[in-house]
């Protein structure tokens, strides 16, 4: 299975918004509501930001918002944050009954 | 509070088997949810390996499928990996997780490194 696609990097100044963009299929993407999005910080674990392309964990920040259209994913980052700066991960199920991550996306917050 | 912790060793020679449980505290495996194993190469994305269903139903990546078998001990609350055949290219930390239709649940990840 092919690895979602995602931009290498994204950038965005304090206060700004950014987005994210997942690319797959519709074997995966496309063919479920089944997308996650993951915060990455060095040296930790991922941490679940959105579920079922647009829920919210308890806990993560309504700045962080979730939507799909078609094959592609998108994550929107608003209220950008020095905090917000992570690697960012898109995950799908798909018809193999299998999951599969995006490659990432580095944010950097200018 | 859910909490999962990897354990193995993080050090494998080539050619021999990758071995790691993933200790589950704060929920029983038995009652629910898929639990999977996720690795992630030096400076790379993750990569999903692959996820046992509660019931024992297991789910490969097609990728790493001949090489893999992961089992759960429910009288433990564990559940394991083994990547057979390793090679330098299977050296990455390893994370195992809680998911249905995400991830919610990580491990810390466990180092391990392939080499002789």
Redesign the interface.
């Known amino acids: 299975?092919s690895?979602l696609t995602q931009p290498a990097s994204v950038s965005g100044s304090p206060g700004q918004s950014i987005t994210i963009s997942c690319t797959g299929t519709s074997s995966d993407v496309g063919g479920y509501n089944?997308v996650?999005w993951?915060q990455?910080h060095p040296g930790k674990?991922?941490?679940?930001m959105?579920?079922?392309v647009s829920k919210r964990?308890s806990g993560v920040s309504n700045r962080f918002s979730g939507s799909k259209s078609g094959n592609t994913a998108s994550l929107t980052i608003s209220g950008l944050q020095a905090e917000d700066e992570a690697d960012y991960?898109c995950?799908s199920?798909t018809s193999?009954?299998?999951?599969?991550?995006?490659?990432?996306t580095k944010l950097t917050v200018l | 509070q859910v909490q999962l912790q990897e354990s193995g060793p993080g050090l494998v020679k080539p050619s021999e088997t990758l071995s790691l449980t993933c200790a589950v505290s704060g929920y029983s495996i038995s009652s629910g949810y898929y639990w999977?194993w996720?690795r992630q190469p030096p400076g790379k994305?993750?990569?999903?390996i692959g996820?046992i269903y509660h019931s024992g139903s297991t789910?490969?990546?097609?990728?790493l499928k001949s090489r893999v078998t992961i089992s759960v001990d429910t009288s433990k609350n564990q559940f394991s990996l083994k990547l057979s055949s390793v090679t330098a290219a299977d050296t990455a930390v390893y994370?195992c997780a809680r998911?249905h239709?995400?991830?919610?649940y990580?491990?810390?990840?466990t180092l391990v490194t392939v080499s002789s």
């Open positions: 299975q690895a089944y996650s993951y990455q674990a991922p941490k679940l959105i579920y079922d964990p991960y995950s199920y193999s009954s299998t999951w599969v991550f995006g490659g990432g | 999977g996720i994305g993750l990569e999903w996820s789910y490969y990546n097609p990728s994370y998911h239709r995400g991830f919610d990580w491990g810390q990840g």
